[in-house]
């Protein structure tokens, strides 16, 4: 069954210093999704990727196929970043089982 | 457009008594995805509906079931609740079958299991 790692598990940067979350999975999948999840629970989707790279505003998210990791990077970060952000992924083979999420990374932007 | 909607937003029950959820995905989308999301943990995957038809489900008992109906809505119903079952139930959906396509959440229903 495919498990989806995330590190670190907490994160605690300052303003303006540059982010690296990175995920890692364990079997072939269709799709990788970096959400963001702030209190209260509301899920915001950030990215969906299957390969190479994707980019919008200080948000940028890679994804190594192979090596089966991926990043998710906030350069300039600012406090409004400070939110749990969440990798999840979508097997191969049709998707029917949904999405299988890491546990997520708490990461707190200090002014 | 609307996002995502569910309802309602927090729902306080005993145990042993018997849930209903909702969702309403966003206009145009066939895909709805259910979640438990449990504190301090990532969400668990309960079942995907697509085009009306149950096309998975997760590991949860049978007292966990769901439907969805001709306009896409989709209902989450837990039977004989458990203290266990206290979480955030997430709905999301999708234009096509969750796991294909960019999954947009709703605001989650908190359940409180007494």
């Known amino acids: 069954k495919n498990e989806v790692e995330q590190s670190p598990q907490n994160l605690t940067a300052q303003e303006g210093e540059f982010i690296t979350i990175n995920c890692s999975y364990s079997?072939?999948?269709?799709?990788l999704h970096w959400l963001q999840q702030h209190p209260g629970g509301g899920i915001v989707s950030l990215f969906m990727?299957?390969?190479g790279k994707k980019k919008h505003g200080r948000l940028i998210a890679t994804i190594n196929i192979q090596e089966k990791h991926s990043s998710l990077h906030i350069t300039a970060s600012h406090p409004r970043d400070s939110a749990v952000y969440i990798c999840a992924v979508a097997y191969s083979g049709g998707g029917a089982d949904g999405l299988t999420f890491g546990k997520g990374t708490h990461l707190i932007i200090q002014p | 457009d609307a996002g995502v909607t569910q309802s309602p937003t927090h729902l306080i029950k005993t145990r042993g008594q018997q849930v209903t959820l909702r969702c309403s995905p966003i206009?145009?989308?066939?895909?709805v995805s259910w979640y438990q999301q449990v504190l301090g943990q990532g969400p668990q995957f309960i079942f995907q509906?697509?085009?009306?038809?149950?096309?998975g489900r997760g590991n949860f008992p049978d007292r966990f079931s769901a439907r969805q109906f001709p306009n896409y809505s989709s209902e989450l119903n837990v039977n004989a609740l458990l203290l266990g079952d206290s979480a955030l139930y997430l709905c999301?959906?999708?234009?096509?079958?969750?796991?294909?396509?960019?999954?947009?959440f709703g605001p989650g229903t908190r359940l409180t299991v007494t």
């Open positions: 990727l299957s390969s």
């Open positions: 079997v072939g999948i269709s799709a």
């Open positions: 206009s145009g989308h066939k895909s």
């Open positions: 999301a959906s999708s234009l096509v079958a969750a796991g294909k396509g960019e999954q947009y």
């Open positions: 509906y697509y085009e009306k038809e149950e096309r």
